[in-house]
């Protein structure tokens, strides 16, 4: 269906070049546009003079859109006004920025008949694709890149105007809504020069036409991933283009087994059939795609024994192969003992398969590997520096890995030494015992996940080397004694260190931390009292200090945390009033509850690599007492707001402002001293489900404002010294009040 989307009929085209040799780069707020056309140009060369092909320059101005052309003598005279909102300056530059407040496609553009490179790619125009680009009948580049989405995604109904661009070798339009052009494929094979065709996230329906002749003899690369193909993926009209090195059709639902056609492709090099849920499908036969240099047949229900599957790959490819993702299938069996032959590959993704056994220790050949993931598998086997006999070869430290995900597994051992360009490891929720390495290979590691193992002993100092750190869990472990003094991670933004035995006062380097957004030391043993500068901590979403031996007062500068959205202090020795000003906590309220800039669920490209999913880090290994029982969250935890002091010596009334706090899902005051009455306006907490107030000194009557916490699940008063009547009504009525 056409999404609703009103045609702009004074806008369509509009520039930004991907590298042409023919064009220089400038930035824009609104993003890069460059229009290249006519003529050379070389070094400091005067203007050349220009006729039917024009070289544009523009900016926005508040004022008209003009267009200067050169005249002969090369000084630029003005010409007519052609649209409100702009200004175009010549020039004999062969780059422009351009930016539109109103979203308007520049039409004029499509009158432009000399013109040979148009790139509007990064600019978010609205409205139809104008069919007068047919007019550009020099054209042999058009890339626009659609950044809009949903009802104003730009869209086409009619792509007959391709008919007139015979010249066009390169043809993009991702995320242009083609969703009601039924005939694209008949109407892009009358272009015989094409070479690239890119067209994903476009809602075409179907790649199941026919074609009795094909053109497309010099087609290179075809991209139609993210689209919404649901047929037999053996129907589609491009397995007779053997011309093609790029197919990409990820993100589809093309179902059934590959064409034999697919063998006669020999110029592939790169084929991306991943994430189309694909139950049917069976290992396809490569043994003709020599040039294969990345295959990545991830996200099906590719079945059977990896021996089965990876023996189909094409041998004469070995030397090839850069990339070979297979993750998120069902395959079983152990890794061959012949995949060291792969010497050029550089990522291996096995992820998330029914994999056992030992990994060869064949892989230690691979000497490009830079990329290895082999987590959410049953690989076991025990890791020693002699052999490596159940994971890793013995020239480990001497490969370029960047990333290493294990995580996941049955492996055990000592932790072997690492590869000394690491960027990303984890190696959680195996059993590696020992203690932690005395060489952490690279100093620049940022990533550092190695919880739900039995790694023992203390903290080595070779941790002080690691000043790059971002993310570092050692969590659900046996490490003790306390953090040296000695450790600076100035970047750190998530520290998860609980379920250990770790002791000390609180770690004096998070000081240093401003980037920090989750703090995780429950259940240690570490004490003294909370500092007063963590109100410093600006970022800090997640405290989590539980089941330690800390004691003194909550500082009052922890209501400066505008976003702390958990806060969990129970079963230590606090003491003293709970703070005053918790209105100022706003991320605790509907109204300053945003979502995270630094979102748990997704998978962050912040630091110049690919960082480990926070998601997959936390599991079911963060537990919040709510609800009368300790819950363990993983993904939802990003939901979860909550105040937990619970099992101190807490003194005082509570704070009437707590009411404010009115995003607030767990409430958790038991087992204290406190005493007055129970906030008056506690119904205006109205997202709370759970309240435990229980084991206190709490005097008077219940509040009556009770029976408006309409998603209230769990309410516990018992053992305090309250009177009068229990209020009833609404979500009280189905309670059964302690």
């Avoid at 294969?292 to 059977?304: I, P, R």
């Avoid at 009556?704 to 009525?733: A, F, K």
Wanted: a negative charge.
């Amino acid at each position: 269906m056409e999404e609703a989307a009103s045609p702009m009929k004074e806008q369509p085209c509009s520039p930004s070049s991907k590298g042409s040799p023919k064009t220089l780069t400038t930035s824009s707020a609104r993003g890069k546009a460059r229009i290249a056309a006519g003529g050379e140009a070389s070094g400091a060369a005067a203007p050349p003079a220009m006729s039917a092909s024009f070289i544009f320059a523009t900016t926005r101005t508040s004022a008209s859109m003009m267009m200067t052309t050169f005249t002969s003598t090369g000084y630029p005279a003005r010409s007519a006004v052609l649209c409100s909102s702009w200004t175009i300056w010549s020039t004999w530059t062969l780059a422009y920025q351009l930016e539109t407040p109103t979203n308007c496609f520049p039409e004029f553009l499509c009158s432009l008949k000399s013109l040979r490179y148009l790139n509007l790619s990064g600019i978010s125009f609205q409205g139809e694709l104008p069919p007068q680009l047919g007019n550009l009948s020099s054209l042999q580049y058009l890339d626009i890149l659609d950044t809009n989405f949903g009802c104003c995604r730009m869209y086409s109904k009619d792509l007959s105007w391709l008919r007139q661009l015979s010249s066009l070798r390169y043809l993009g339009i991702p995320s242009v809504n083609l969703s009601t052009v039924v005939d694209w494929v008949r109407l892009v094979n009358m272009i015989p020069s094409l070479r690239v065709l890119v067209l994903p996230h476009c809602s075409l329906a179907s790649a199941e036409q026919s074609l009795l002749h094909l053109n497309f003899t010099k087609l290179e690369e075809l991209d139609l991933s993210s689209n919404s193909f649901h047929h037999l993926v053996a129907s589609s009209w491009f397995w007779g283009v053997k011309s093609l090195k790029y197919l990409r059709l990820s993100a589809n639902h093309l179902y059934g087994k590959f064409p034999d056609g697919l063998g006669n492709m020999t110029s592939l090099e790169v084929l991306d059939f991943s994430y189309n849920s694909n139950k049917e499908l069976t290992a396809p036969n490569l043994a003709s795609l020599c040039n294969l240099e990345v295959l990545d047949l991830g996200g099906n229900s590719l079945h059977g024994d990896i021996h089965v599957v990876m023996e189909k790959l094409p041998r004469c490819a070995w030397n090839n192969l850069q990339y070979l993702g297979l993750s998120d299938n069902h395959m079983t069996g152990n890794l061959p003992n012949w995949i060291g032959n792969l010497t050029s590959l550089g990522s291996l993704d096995l992820s998330s398969n029914r994999l056992s056994g030992h990994v060869s220790s064949e892989i230690g050949a691979l000497s490009n590997l830079t990329d290895l993931d082999l987590s959410n598998n049953s690989f076991n086997g025990v890791i020693t520096e002699k052999h490596f006999e159940g994971l890793l070869p013995e020239n480990m430290e001497a490969m370029p890995w960047g990333i290493l995900w294990l995580n996941s597994n049955e492996l055990r051992g000592p932790i072997p030494p690492l590869p000394a360009d690491l960027d990303i490891l984890d190696i959680s929720m195996n059993s590696f015992s020992g203690p932690l390495p005395s060489n952490f290979g690279s100093r620049d590691i940022e990533t550092l996940i190695m919880f739900s193992n039995n790694i023992t002993g203390s903290f080595p100092t070779s941790m002080c080397q690691l000043q790059s750190l971002v993310d570092l869990d050692l969590s659900n472990n046996a490490l003790e004694g306390e953090i040296p003094q000695c450790f600076q991670a100035n970047t750190m933004k998530y520290l998860l260190l609980s379920n250990n035995s770790l002791s000390g006062e609180f770690p004096m380097f998070i000081q240093n931390c401003t980037e920090l957004v989750i703090l995780d030391l429950a259940r240690n043993v570490f004490s003294g009292s909370l500092p007063t500068w963590v109100g410093d901590l600006a970022n800090l979403e997640f405290i989590l200090l539980s089941h330690n031996m800390y004691s003194g007062n909550i500082p009052s500068s922890i209501t400066r945390l505008k976003r702390l959205q958990l806060l969990d202090l129970a079963s230590n020795n606090l003491s003293g009033a709970i703070p005053q000003y918790l209105a100022n906590l706003t991320s605790m309220t509907l109204k300053g509850l945003a979502p995270s800039s630094d979102p748990v669920n997704i998978d962050p490209f912040e630091h110049g690599i690919y960082d480990l999913p926070l998601a997959s880090q936390f599991g079911e290994i963060m537990p919040v007492n709510i609800k009368g029982q300790e819950l363990k969250y993983g993904h939802g935890i990003r939901m979860m707001v909550s105040v937990d002091l619970s099992c101190n010596r807490f003194t005082g009334r509570i704070p009437e402002d707590v009411s404010s706090l009115d995003a607030l899902i767990n409430l958790n005051l038991s087992m204290n001293e406190l005493s007055g009455d129970v906030p008056g306006k506690i119904g205006a907490m109205q997202s709370l489900e759970s309240l435990d107030l229980t084991s206190n000194k709490l005097s008077g009557e219940i509040p009556s404002s009770l029976s408006n916490l309409t998603y209230l699940i769990y309410l516990n008063l018992s053992y305090n010294r309250l009177s009068g009547r229990i209020p009833s009504g609404h979500q009280l009525d189905t309670l059964n009040v302690d």
